[in-house]
């Protein structure tokens, strides 16, 4: 169980509490912290994070897919495939496909500042 993060902060309840999320719901906010953190750039886990940021070719969906995937090592039976990337300002917008085990979800995540 983690704390449920919605528009990069916590979230509350209408009375300051947090709130929560667990089972698949918590997988994929990992999988999104994860792949939006620059690899080594988290102080108190140099390890978290991914080099997607190092892939400047927005086409190139291979290989943004191999660089988020190779940053879930850890998070066994996970799967990231892009559907989709689309620049806009200074931010990347993916449209994913996240499977675990039986279980799979759509999503559409923005990667801030990518360039």
Do not use: H, W
């Not at 039976?77 to 496909?97: E, Q």
Request: aromatic share 10%; proline share 1%; hydrophobic share 40%.
């Amino acid at each position: 169980m983690d704390a449920k993060i919605v528009n990069r902060d916590i979230a509350i309840d209408n009375i300051g509490n947090y709130k929560m999320t667990d089972g698949f719901d918590e997988i994929i906010q990992q999988i999104i912290i994860n792949m939006s953190v620059p690899k080594g750039k988290f102080i108190y886990d140099r390890n978290l994070g991914s080099y997607c940021r190092d892939c400047k070719d927005i086409n190139d969906l291979k290989t943004i897919e191999m660089l988020i995937n190779e940053s879930l090592v850890n998070m066994y039976d996970v799967y990231v495939k892009v559907t989709k990337a689309k620049m806009f300002s200074n931010n990347l917008r993916l449209n994913l496909n996240i499977s675990y085990k039986e279980l799979s979800a759509d999503k559409e995540v923005i990667i801030y500042d990518y360039i």
